[in-house]
């Protein structure tokens, strides 16, 4: 049986996903994959996207809200009020239902252009 692709792999688990906020993580899986040249895979069980190095990687464990890891160094370098944490490499975006995906599509679609241009995408 040949290896399913990167995509087979994201399409298999959205259709298996049993999460309360499913339609949020649709939604917010757009915004991330229009708002510049990234590339779709699953790790850590879920969602990631990625240009050359991973970026942003999906946190599905809390059924209250969906996490959002911004996982490369350069993060940092980002200032946005929707990135939380002090981590050395790291930040996260907290999504608690659909009108805060909402509030925050413009500013995470920002963050993605914004590092996108920092690693030459």
């Known amino acids: 049986m040949a290896k399913l692709s990167e995509a087979e792999q994201v399409s298999n688990y959205m259709e298996t996903l049993d999460h309360p906020l499913k339609a949020e993580v649709e939604t917010l899986r757009t915004i991330i994959k229009t708002a510049g040249s990234l590339s779709e895979r699953i790790k850590w ?10 970026f942003v ?5 809390d059924k209250r809200a ?13 200032k946005s009020d929707i990135l939380e944490g002090d ?4 930040r996260i ?3 608690k239902n659909a009108e805060d ?12 252009k914004e590092w996108l241009q920092i690693v030459g995408g």
Not at 101 to 112: D, G, M, T, Y
């Open 66 to 78: 969906i996490r959002l890891i911004f996982h490369h160094p350069t993060i940092v370098t980002i």
């Open 87 to 90: 981590w050395k490499d790291r």
């Open 101 to 112: 995906v909402s509030s925050k599509k413009a500013e995470l679609e920002r963050i993605v």
């Open 45 to 54: 069980n879920a969602p990631s996207y990625y240009y050359k190095e991973d």
């Open 93 to 95: 975006v907290y999504i």
């Open 57 to 61: 990687t999906f946190n599905l464990h």
